[in-house]
């Protein structure tokens, strides 16, 4: 059974530092995987998603992803974080054909000045 | 425009009541989906429809009942609610394929007493 891992519950970075949120999967072959942003008290905003092709994804708000297949990872970065990052974010995946969405428990991001 | 609605924002009831959560999108997408979210943050898939017919349905207790009057509609029914119902709902929606984003709604915060 696939599976998505999120080993930071909690990172905690200063303004204008970078960040680096990690995702691994458990999968045969290569899923559908996506990074999704939740503000408090919001819903879920998609930031980005690989299928195929450029294994680095551009994304909204100026975050980037990269998917290693001999890792298993698909690590989430941005260069220099805004007070307005601070939120959850969450690794998913879907391998059926009616995108059946598989969470990862998610990153709390705190940022400070 | 709000693209993906839920009704009501927040919901406190007692043990034992019934209650339903309303879901509607103007996307014009064919399928979904209801997600539960812990107080854990972790999200699970429910339910989804795809043109009004039951595609996904998750090892969900029958007291939850999901029904879609039509596409741009998907109703969550709750009966004899219980403690362990406390969670925020979402609700999602997309065209129905595995690569397509899933657009969220903002959520239904249920607490059961």
């Known amino acids: 059974a696939q599976s998505v891992t999120q080993p930071d519950i909690h990172i905690t970075v200063s303004e204008g530092a970078s960040l680096e949120l990690r995702c691994n999967y458990s999968?045969?072959?290569?899923?559908?995987l996506f990074w999704y942003v939740q503000s408090p008290g919001q819903g879920l905003q998609l930031l980005l998603k690989y299928f195929s092709g450029d294994t680095l994804v551009q994304g909204i708000k100026g975050f980037e992803a990269e998917f290693k297949r001999s890792q298993s990872s698909f690590n989430l970065r941005k260069p220099s974080v805004h007070w307005s990052d601070a939120a959850e974010y969450f690794c998913?995946?879907?391998?059926?054909?009616?995108?059946?969405?598989?969470f990862g428990a998610g990153t709390q991001v705190v940022v400070t000045p | 425009d709000t693209a993906v609605s839920q009704t009501p924002k927040y919901l406190v009831t007692q043990m034992g009541n019934d209650k339903s959560i309303k879901c509607e999108q103007n996307?014009?997408?064919?399928?979904m989906y209801w997600y539960k979210q812990d107080s854990k943050k972790f999200l699970k898939i429910m339910f989804s429809y795809n043109n009004k017919e039951l595609i996904i349905n998750e090892t969900v207790p029958n007291r939850f009942s999901p029904k879609s009057p039509d596409k741009a509609h998907l109703n969550l029914h709750i009966n004899s609610l219980e403690l362990g119902d406390s969670a925020v709902y979402f609700c999602a929606s997309n065209q129905g394929l595995s690569q397509e984003t899933q657009y969220f709604g903002p959520g239904t915060r249920l607490l059961v007493l």
């Open positions: 999968y045969g072959a290569t899923p559908y």
């Open positions: 998913a995946l879907t391998t059926d054909s009616w995108g059946k969405l598989q």
């Open positions: 996307l014009g997408h064919d399928t």
